[in-house]
């Protein structure tokens, strides 16, 4: 069996058709799951019910784990799995360091820069398996947990489709890295107020989540509910991810584009036959 050399550019892990189709689907998922409060009417039964979070949560991770398996089909080997596990085990092992201390999660810089070297799907995939991993680790499994789940893989899938790869190095890609970490810790912590915000009431009339009203008024209240109850938490949270992000990314492109170059993802494999084998063994001298 023959591989070629590693190749002189690192190429992130490509999405199959199949993988692209899983992301879409999950993604629309999401969607509707983080959003359907908004659209349900007053009299509907879904608009009362407490079993609509819990059932979305429970649908979630089959969803994710239907990803999974499209994109370990597609384009994810066991060279690709170890490194999945790697950085899921680094990522998890992060996240208590800050976690409930003003909103500082060291692992959100990690999911960026893994992100950005190895490609979106990939992306996505390390960022579910490191917030499930990390909730086994600190105790956090709940009804949340498969939100954050895909908050995370949206946060990671879209550090690795950020502009030029090939074209954009050195300090102006750690100014976008850091300016998309800060950006995305805002949108991680919008997107998990709203799966919040729903179930929580009695807050006060300008704050709580009405079931019902019109979309603009509810969108109203909401942004007055991130304002209030936060704003603080990601704050601190991009600001952290910014920090560490200038701080060792440099070092760390480095060393994750060295690992995708010597792992050669996308190098294919070939077979010698036994006749070809033979033929370039040296004979042992009598």
């Not at 007055?224 to 600001?239: F, K, Q």
Request: aromatic share 8%.
């Amino acid at each position: 069996m023959t591989t070629p050399g590693p190749t002189s550019r690192p190429r992130p892990i490509r999405i199959g058709p199949r993988g692209a189709v899983a992301l879409a689907l999950v993604t629309l998922i999401g969607i509707a799951a983080f959003g359907w409060p908004l659209l349900a009417d007053r009299q509907s039964g879904l608009a009362h019910s407490q079993d609509a979070p819990l059932l979305f949560a429970a649908l979630l991770p089959l969803l994710v784990a239907v990803v999974v398996a499209t994109l370990a089909d597609d384009g994810m080997d066991s060279k690709a799995v170890a490194m999945l596990g790697v950085l899921a085990a680094v990522g998890a092992a992060l996240r208590p360091l800050g976690a409930g201390t003003a909103g500082l999660e060291p692992m959100f810089f990690l999911m960026v820069l893994s992100g950005r070297v190895l490609g979106p799907g990939f992306g996505f995939v390390l960022g579910s398996v490191t917030m499930f991993a990390s909730a086994l680790l600190t105790g956090g499994v709940g009804p949340w947990m498969p939100f954050q789940m895909l908050a995370m893989g949206w946060f990671s899938l879209g550090a690795g489709l950020l502009p030029g790869p090939d074209r954009i190095r050195g300090r102006a890609e750690l100014a976008m890295l850091a300016l998309y970490g800060f950006l995305g810790s805002f949108a991680y912590g919008t997107i998990m107020n709203l799966q919040g915000w729903v179930i929580l009431q009695g807050m006060g009339q300008g704050v709580s989540f009405h079931p019902g009203d019109p979309v603009a008024a509810n969108l109203a209240r909401f942004v007055a509910y991130c304002l209030a109850t936060s704003v603080g938490w990601d704050l601190g949270r991009a600001a952290l991810t910014v920090v560490l992000t200038l701080a060792l990314g440099t070092t760390l492109l480095k060393a994750l584009r060295r690992a995708t170059r010597k792992a050669a993802f996308d190098a294919p494999v070939s077979f010698d036959s036994a006749t070809e084998v033979a033929q370039h063994t040296p004979q042992k001298q009598v």
